[in-house]
């Protein structure tokens, strides 16, 4: 997030597309009437690299829903002039609104009514930062917001692939070779790794076995995009390691996103970000 929401500001690229930041980051919308709590939220989402965009009110709020037409909407109840009921109401009666998904994160504890007219999921405040992530996440596509740590020493190559990571929704962030990425690992917290093999300084083979020393990023998927023909021994090096072997050029960066995709849907909870 930008900066600390004010009462009546809104957090939002002006020429951001449907759906996505110009990133590629699933916009979520937050109405919250509160300070404090539309702060956090936004925080919490930006953080877990999603796009948070947010309004004080709820005629801002719906506003910002037509213009905008977020992935998903979290939505406060108790709000001054238009509360929270109203503005779902709202929201499904309108066929252009009526498929974004709205997660009602409110003090009241009303989850059958919140249900019945329409919403997504309904979280009772205080909400854990997982329990909110998680409910958003069933209602966006597997790519939202996921971040892909892509470990190339081709600067071209290395832009190439992360272009096409977000393009597909994906939070990208780069590293030259195997010890920046190592280095990277605890600010980045990646969901998933694209590995190249042959790079100085720390090379694929090389990190992939330190990734798995360290308990903190054992379990994080690793997918191999390499030019390399690899033996039967350099094969049996990086079983364990890694989740799938891609050769560069088949089937080009459609590939790469498709079996990443893949590798994250087989491990939902997979890395410590997600």
């Known amino acids: 997030m930008a900066q600390p929401a004010a009462p009546d500001s809104v957090l939002a690229r002006p020429a951001a597309p449907a759906d996505t930041d110009a990133g590629g980051t699933a916009t979520i919308l937050v109405i919250d009437d509160e300070p404090a709590a539309r702060d956090l939220l936004c925080r919490t989402l930006t953080e877990a690299g999603l796009y948070p965009v947010a309004a004080a009110g709820g005629e801002e709020g719906l506003a910002l829903a037509r213009t905008l037409h977020p992935a998903a909407i979290v939505l406060d109840v108790i709000m001054p002039r238009m509360d929270g009921w109203s503005v779902l ?155 799938a072997i891609l050769q560069k050029g088949a089937g080009g960066r459609q590939a790469l996103v498709a079996e990443v995709r893949h590798v994250l849907a087989r491990a939902p909870g997979g890395g410590p970000h997600g």
């Open 89 to 243: 109401r709202r929201l499904k009666r309108d066929p252009g609104l009526a498929d974004i998904p709205v997660v009602l994160a409110t003090m009241v504890d009303q989850r059958r009514m919140g249900l019945a007219l329409g919403a997504a999921d309904y979280l009772t405040k205080p909400i854990p930062r997982e329990h909110l992530i998680a409910a958003l996440r069933r209602h966006l596509p597997p790519s939202a917001g996921r971040r892909i740590l892509v470990v190339e020493d081709d600067e071209p190559t290395r832009r190439s692939l992360s272009a096409a990571l977000r393009e597909a929704g994906f939070v990208t962030f780069e590293a030259e070779h195997g010890g920046v990425a190592l280095e990277r690992l605890d600010a980045v917290r990646p969901d998933a790794i694209v590995l190249d093999l042959l790079m100085p300084e720390m090379d694929g083979f090389q990190f992939a076995a330190a990734l798995r020393e360290r308990p903190d990023a054992e379990t994080i998927p690793v997918i191999v995009l390499t030019a390399k023909d690899l033996s039967r021994e350099e094969r049996e090096r990086l079983r364990g390691s890694v989740e």
